[in-house]
């Protein structure tokens, strides 16, 4: 594709919400963030149709135009930390989108509560994502997903083309997948999914959407999001592939780190996002006390946090609960995200001078990102 191509997809999506966002308060905002994305990954940049930034970039809502507004925001304080070329570049690319965007996440996190992050990519060499100052001493952090990487990409396409849709067309959504959708599969989905939404819009009610097979999902009106059942309001599930049960997914993960990118000298923490489960099934993890056995075999691995990020209408409290060894925490995120975390310590060996911090960083995100959104 020429560069005059690729110019011309910019200039069609600001026009688009030239037109759509007039008498939008969140307009002239909104589109002085659509500029600088634009600026930041760069003019030629031309996101593949599976890109989820791609389907993001044609809402044209006020709460959309707040995320346009906090994303530019977490890009430039981005760019603040040393090596953020490499995750910036993957950030681009839409097969590679989920794996940087947590990185970029846990990153900021870490620097606005005072760590000093910096990424520490080198090509040929399996290095961690991020090497941080905790207290007087450098901490290397990996961040990894549960799932296989066509997994975490279709699937966070295939949450991402449902909501956004609704979202753009003032409904809410939730449900379940009963696999990742195949590639030739998501346009029929984006289809049958605005058939759905027209219905719920047009008869002001609550419509069950049904794809045998792949997808059983409700939608209706924003205000009458409350007739969705509760266990599916803002939430959806994916089945994966895997054979696995979950806790043996995660020491195989926590083995396959600690002798790869987690190899090295320093005092470790390995992030494990889980991106398909149901929002109760953290608390499950909470009770495997299993995984304490995995953790306690690596005399230089300080935790292992498995992070799991839902939409949520009721804003749940900060909360920490403990257990022998493992701790709960539970917050909301400024983007009507909240987030629930299970720290797996090491019961071996006195790591507290480094888990203690990671716990407080992520207690404190929710308002060092409103610090950094206002």
């Known amino acids: 594709m020429s560069g005059s191509e690729q110019q011309t997809f910019w200039e069609f999506v600001l026009r688009f919400h030239e037109s759509a966002s007039r008498g939008d308060p969140s307009r002239e905002p909104g589109l002085a963030a659509l500029g600088s994305?634009?600026?930041i990954f760069g003019s030629d940049w031309m996101p593949d149709r599976r890109h989820p930034l791609r389907n993001k970039l044609m809402v044209s809502s006020q709460p959309n135009y707040e995320?346009?507004?906090?994303?530019?925001?977490?890009?430039?304080?981005?760019?603040?930390?040393?090596?953020?070329?490499?995750?910036?570049?993957?950030?681009r690319n839409w097969d590679t989108y989920a794996s940087a965007l947590s990185e970029m996440d846990i990153a900021l996190r870490l620097k606005l509560a005072?760590?000093?992050p910096k990424f520490a990519f080198e090509r040929g060499e399996r290095k961690p994502d991020l090497i941080a100052e905790i207290g007087?001493?450098?901490?290397?952090?990996?961040?990894?997903s549960l799932n296989q990487p066509y997994e975490d990409s279709a699937g966070f396409e295939a949450f991402s083309i449902v909501n956004f849709v609704a979202i753009q067309r003032g409904c809410r959504a939730g449900g379940l997948w009963s696999r990742p959708p195949r590639p030739d599969e998501f346009e029929s989905v984006k289809a049958k999914a605005n058939e759905a939404i027209t219905e719920a819009t047009a008869g002001h009610k609550l419509v069950r959407m049904n794809i045998p097979g792949l997808l059983m999902c409700y939608i209706a009106p924003e205000d009458l999001s409350s007739e969705i059942p509760q266990q599916w309001r803002g939430s959806f599930v994916m089945r994966t592939s895997t054979v696995k049960p979950k806790?043996?997914?995660?020491?195989?993960?926590?083995?396959?780190?600690?002798?790869?990118?987690?190899?090295?000298?320093?005092?470790?923490?390995l992030f494990i996002y889980d991106r398909f489960s149901a929002p109760d099934e953290t608390l499950q993890s909470f009770n495997e006390k299993e995984l304490e056995l995995v953790v306690g075999a690596f005399e230089n691995l300080a935790g292992v946090v498995l992070v799991y990020q839902f939409s949520a209408w009721d804003h749940p409290s900060?909360?920490?609960?403990?257990?022998?060894?493992?701790?709960?925490i539970e917050y909301s995120l400024p983007d009507g995200e909240s987030e629930r975390c299970v720290i797996w310590k090491n019961i071996m060996l006195d790591h507290r001078s480094v888990v203690e911090p990671i716990i407080d960083c992520l207690l404190s995100s929710p308002a060092n990102l409103t610090k950094l959104f206002a």
């Open 318 to 328: 900060p909360r920490r609960e403990d257990k022998d060894g493992r701790v709960f």
């Open 114 to 116: 005072g760590h000093f």
């Open 247 to 269: 806790k043996d997914r995660i020491a195989s993960k926590i083995q396959e780190k600690m002798t790869g990118q987690l190899s090295g000298p320093n005092p470790s923490v």
């Open 67 to 91: 995320w346009f507004v906090h994303f530019v925001r977490k890009l430039s304080e981005l760019t603040k930390i040393p090596g953020y070329e490499h995750v910036l570049s993957h950030l």
């Open 37 to 39: 994305i634009s600026d």
């Open 136 to 144: 007087s001493q450098s901490v290397d952090i990996e961040i990894t």
